[in-house]
């Protein structure tokens, strides 16, 4: 009998002991399986990182080249949209969208920090009863409320900010439903046949003076920065 119980004893403790083994054998395949995903994860954080840090080519005039889309050339950065001093420090102020029907703040965030690196919080999210036309770098002011906008129908779901929000994801490679429209409201107000850019030019020539004559239409020009564009010297002599 006592042997029967002993042998027992030693196979219920055999049972336990494999047990045993199974879990800790699970827990280390699922340590392994962790670190793969946190690897996986970490790795296409990376690749992210590098996409939204990209540097785009430009052309010999600087034109930002976006090579399905040789129509849309802008020459001017969302970095340097807003570096060189925009919408009085308005643009990322928190809003309330009729659109959506949502509120947004700190939009900015969502983009590579090195994009707003040198530039004063105040310059991006100050509220629009405070627009500061000191901040823009011609000194007027320009635009109008983002209700105004919305009023138009010129603001949709997917950009609740407007175009230059549009402007950050494309450069930032992302594509999206809105792209075509978004790249025709460009053409149409910094492109080369635009109406300020045109404008701008032949009132220039008309006073004979120099393409970077700053003096002359700086609300032209602050808002053709505002659609990513600055006058070129080539540009001007077309």
């Keep these: 009998m006592k042997h029967s119980r002993s042998s027992r004893k030693r196979k219920k403790f055999g049972s336990e002991g494999n047990k045993s083994d199974k879990k800790t054998d699970q827990l280390k395949k699922s340590k392994k399986n962790m670190s793969k995903k946190q690897e996986n994860f970490g790795a296409k954080r990376r690749l992210n990182s590098t996409k939204e840090n990209q540097i785009l080519k430009r052309n010999q005039n600087g034109d930002v080249i976006f090579d399905q889309f040789p129509d849309f050339r802008p020459n001017l950065t969302p970095h340097e949209i807003f570096s060189m001093g925009s919408f009085g420090g308005t643009y990322w102020r928190p809003i309330s969208s009729s659109v959506t029907e949502k509120q947004y703040r700190n939009q900015y965030k969502k983009y590579p920090t090195t994009w707003w690196k040198g530039i004063p919080k105040e310059n991006l999210v100050t509220p629009w009863d405070d627009y500061n036309k000191n901040v823009n770098k011609y000194k007027v002011k320009v635009g109008t409320t983002l209700e105004f906008w919305e009023s138009k129908g010129w603001i949709t779901k997917y950009h609740p900010y407007g175009w230059v929000q549009w402007y950050c994801d494309f450069y930032s ?58 006058l070129t010297k080539k540009d001007f002599e077309k």
């Excluded at 429209?181 to 850019?197: H, L, V």
């Design 173 to 230: 490679g992302k594509r999206g439903p809105d792209d075509q429209r978004q790249m025709k409201r460009w053409i149409r107000t910094a492109g080369p046949n635009s109406r300020f850019r045109k404008a701008l030019i032949n009132l220039i020539k008309k006073k004979k003076s120099k393409w970077d004559d700053f003096s002359i239409s700086p609300k032209r020009r602050q808002t053709l920065q505002h659609w990513g564009y600055i």
